[in-house]
């Protein structure tokens, strides 16, 4: 039997009549119609992306669908590319694919729309919401081309628009094309007066658990308003008492709990039979749910135990069950909870592993002071958004706090300045999720940044006087740390090629340390804030393994230079 490589895999589902780069390639270099310099520059092209992709012309299928996916995946700066370059590399290749007839020439030009669409287009540019205008524009020039009318546009419409994008992009997802295009078709008779078009209704996903809250009695959708409040008290009359949930995970329990009650009318309840959250809980139903949920994954998932997790907090914290009905409960999610494995998924453990070069290690921690010096003192939206994200990724490198004590830091408060010249982020026991105190001292070049941001930012991302260090725009609270995030991971890959999201800075933090000092685990629980020493072992024990293990072969190294020149005398 042939051995198969990960590279025949990924060429096993390619239809055999799909051209390859070697033959676009062949193709562009003896057409006559382009011009010299154009057959060189595109001929380049097809190379250059192929090498991005790691692979050879002749094992690059020249096929939109196989293609966008993966070159979506790659960063410039993994490349050693500026987004310049990859971005005319990208185009480049495209134009030689659209050249042999393999993609489709698109219409780019406003005046080349019927006047219907132009108009339409021309009004949504004058609105000045860029959003707007990236969402719907393509999807205008699709629709014109179809021949449709702004009145008919629908769902059918928005499906045959993603078919097109799937047969002709190789750069823009046509996933989120598809949905950014529906987002802004809805958003536009709210922005636009007079937009002729009507919403676009989506098809209910067929994973979608949850239902429209309308579908339950009206009782109880009272009581799930109030959830939230019963999960932010403290009950000290309880027989243990409870400290209050922290926002994030009354936001998520909430959501778990306004989920089951969808899953149990798939499972076949009758909603109106739902006329309080305490009917959620009894162990029979719950058993019912849980099964329907794991029998609809096939396997104990995370949210099927988050699941569990908030029923029992909704037991025990807002209907005040009885011991009794609690051990019931909880016997029932210890049979969804799957057994906690130590150390780093191999996710994350691939991530810090690529993060072993030098080279990668100094484009992720100069990443701060690069940004900075881009943004230099402008007060654009695009310059303090670049600040404030250099400002995340240094004070993550420096103390590999949490991500929600991170975006949760009040200037006044967790920043103090005693008069010893230092400038300390401290953090109080009830802020931490292990309720220990923790406290760094930020070195000054990061204070300076600081400063520096808190004077250009206003009034352009936040109003003046606004204390939260990642405020929300409004100024009246910190940032969802979510949205933080994702924008902060996003720009880490887009600038450095690295795939870092905010709670893995702690496991570099300590793989760093590690490396530094093996078997200093009571340094890495200090570094970490973890309460006990066991904590830090468990999760990182195994990370001793890559300094031991460079620190042996420089030992045999050393004995194998020691051996030959031994011989050699």
Request: proline share 6%; glycine share 4%.
């Amino acid at each position: 039997m042939k051995t198969l490589r990960p590279s025949d895999l990924e060429l096993a589902l390619v239809p055999k009549q799909v051209q390859m780069f070697s033959s676009v390639h062949d193709a562009i270099a003896s057409d006559l119609s382009l011009k010299a310099e154009r057959r060189r520059d595109l001929c380049s092209a097809l190379r250059r992306l192929a090498a991005a992709l790691e692979r050879t012309m002749e094992r690059t299928p020249a096929d939109p669908g196989w293609l966008q996916p993966r070159i979506e995946q790659i960063s410039p700066a993994s490349r050693d590319l500026t987004p310049k370059t990859w971005a005319n590399i990208v185009s480049d290749a495209k134009a030689a694919l659209r050249q042999v007839g393999i993609v489709s020439r698109k219409i780019h030009r406003a005046k080349d729309l019927s006047p219907v669409w132009r108009e339409l287009l021309e009004s949504v540019t004058a609105s000045g919401e860029k959003s707007l205008r990236i969402g719907v524009a393509p999807f205008i020039f699709f629709l014109d081309e179809v021949e449709a009318l702004p009145e008919d546009v629908g769902i059918e419409h928005a499906d045959a628009f993603r078919s097109a994008l799937e047969l002709n992009e190789i750069r823009r997802n046509p996933k989120t094309a598809y949905s950014n295009a529906i987002a802004a078709w809805n958003a536009a008779p709210k922005r636009i007066s007079g937009w002729p078009g009507k919403p676009i209704i989506r098809p209910e996903s067929a994973n979608a658990i949850k239902l429209p809250l309308e579908t339950f009695p009206q009782s109880f959708r009272e009581e799930l308003a109030q959830l939230p409040v019963s999960f932010a008290k403290v009950n000290f009359l309880a027989r243990r008492t409870l400290r209050p949930y922290s926002q994030r995970t009354i936001t998520l329990y909430s959501r778990y709990v306004e989920r089951f009650a969808g899953a149990l009318v798939r499972a076949g309840q009758d909603p109106a039979s739902l006329t309080r959250l305490s009917d959620l809980i009894d162990p029979g139903t719950v058993q019912t749910g849980l099964t329907w949920l794991y029998e609809r994954s096939g396997e104990v998932t995370t949210s099927l135990e988050m699941m569990a997790d908030s029923l029992v907090a909704l037991a025990e914290r807002h209907c005040l069950v009885d011991d009794d009905h609690q051990a019931e409960l909880r016997r029932l999610r210890a049979r969804v909870t799957k057994k906690r494995a130590t150390g780093m998924t191999p996710r994350n453990r691939e991530r810090l592993r690529n993060l072993t070069p030098k080279k990668t290690r100094h484009r992720l921690i100069s990443l701060p002071e690069q940004l900075f010096d881009e943004a230099g003192a402008k007060t654009t939206k695009s310059a303090c958004l670049a600040r404030e994200t250099a400002l995340v990724v240094a004070l993550l490198s420096y103390t590999a706090i949490r991500r929600q004590n991170l975006v949760s830091i009040d200037i006044d408060h967790h920043l103090k300045r005693p008069g010893d010249g230092k400038t300390y982020l401290s953090f109080e026991p009830g802020e931490m999720k292990n309720s220990q105190a923790l406290e760094y001292v930020l070195p000054s070049h990061l204070v300076s940044m600081i400063e520096k941001h808190l004077l250009l930012r206003s009034p352009t991302l936040v109003p003046s006087g606004t204390r939260w260090l990642f405020p929300r725009r409004d100024g009246t609270g910190p940032l969802a740390a979510d949205y933080l995030a994702k924008r902060v991971t996003a720009r880490i890959f887009r600038e450095t090629g690295v795939k870092m999201h905010l709670h893995l800075f702690r496991h570099f933090a300590v793989y760093l340390y590690l490396e530094k000092y093996p078997g200093d685990y009571e340094g890495a629980r200090r570094l970490m804030g973890h309460a006990s020493l066991s904590t830090t072992l468990t999760a990182y024990s195994d990370l001793d393994g890559f300094a031991i293990c460079q620190l042996f072969g420089d030992i045999l190294d050393a004995e194998r230079h020691a051996g030959q020149d031994e011989v050699a005398h």
